[in-house]
């Protein structure tokens, strides 16, 4: 079955310490990208891939980081630094097909931090 | 920068139509995009519409596009407990290849 997935789903941790939240996708898709959802607030774009080893930020990267090593896998790592961590992230991948840009999503991973 | 707005929440009856609406502003959009997002998942694309379109339909979905006033719409005919979800508009432009989405709509559909 192609697709992407998230793991954990839920993910707990205490504050002050990094945590690193998986993304993998069999879809041999071109770019990926990691989102932040919070209630009422719809997706805000943390980081954006459209290649490997190439990266951007985007509207709220502070306190986040993200590397591409390889193109199945775009991991995003909550810093310390993120001020208020605690939401549900959504990462997604797409194909380069000019303009039409279809995202495909993982099912999120809840983190909360205690 | 680009902005899309929607109402936060709609009620309707099962069997009723739904009807969200969705406002933009970058006027270089191609395309537009309505995602579903049921509790506790992923979004899962229901539908697009080119810019040059001005309606498309798909089965129960009807999209209305216009372009003029910047305001997307997607019809649900005859509305079922399993609509209940929240409904996201979304454009992308040029060469970015982003998204931005809008805040989202709840729809909950009662007996």
């Known amino acids: 079955d192609g697709g992407i997935t998230q793991s954990p789903k839920y993910l707990f941790r205490k504050e002050g310490q990094n945590v690193t939240l998986s993304c993998e996708q069999n879809?041999?898709?071109?770019?990926m990208y990691w989102y932040r959802q919070d209630p009422g607030q719809g997706l805000r774009l943390i980081y954006y891939s459209q290649i490997v080893n190439d990266f951007q930020k985007g509207d709220i990267a502070e306190g986040y980081s993200v590397s591409r090593e390889k193109k199945e896998s775009f991991p995003l790592t909550v810093t310390s630094a993120q001020k208020n961590p605690t939401a549900f992230y959504l990462c997604?991948?797409?194909?380069?097909?000019?303009?039409?840009?279809?995202?495909?999503f993982g099912p999120g991973t809840r983190l909360t931090v205690l | 920068g680009e902005d899309v707005e929607q109402s936060l929440f709609l009620s309707v009856r099962e069997g009723d139509s739904s009807v969200i609406n969705c406002t933009y502003t970058?006027?270089?959009?191609?395309?537009l995009y309505w995602y579903k997002q049921e509790p506790g998942a992923g979004l899962q694309l229901l539908t697009y519409?080119?810019?040059?379109?001005d309606m498309k339909q798909d089965q129960r979905l009807t999209v209305l596009l216009n372009k003029k006033d910047k305001h997307l719409s997607l019809r649900i005919a005859d509305t079922q407990t399993g609509d209940s979800a929240i409904y996201f508009c979304?454009?992308?432009?040029?060469?970015?290849?982003?998204?931005?989405f809008g805040s989202g709509t709840q729809l909950t559909v009662l007996p």
């Open positions: 970058d006027s270089s959009s191609t395309y």
């Open positions: 979304a454009e992308s432009s040029g060469s970015a290849r982003q998204l931005t």
């Open positions: 879809l041999n898709h071109d770019a």
């Open positions: 997604a991948s797409s194909p380069d097909r000019g303009t039409y840009n279809e995202q495909f």
């Open positions: 519409i080119f810019s040059n379109m």
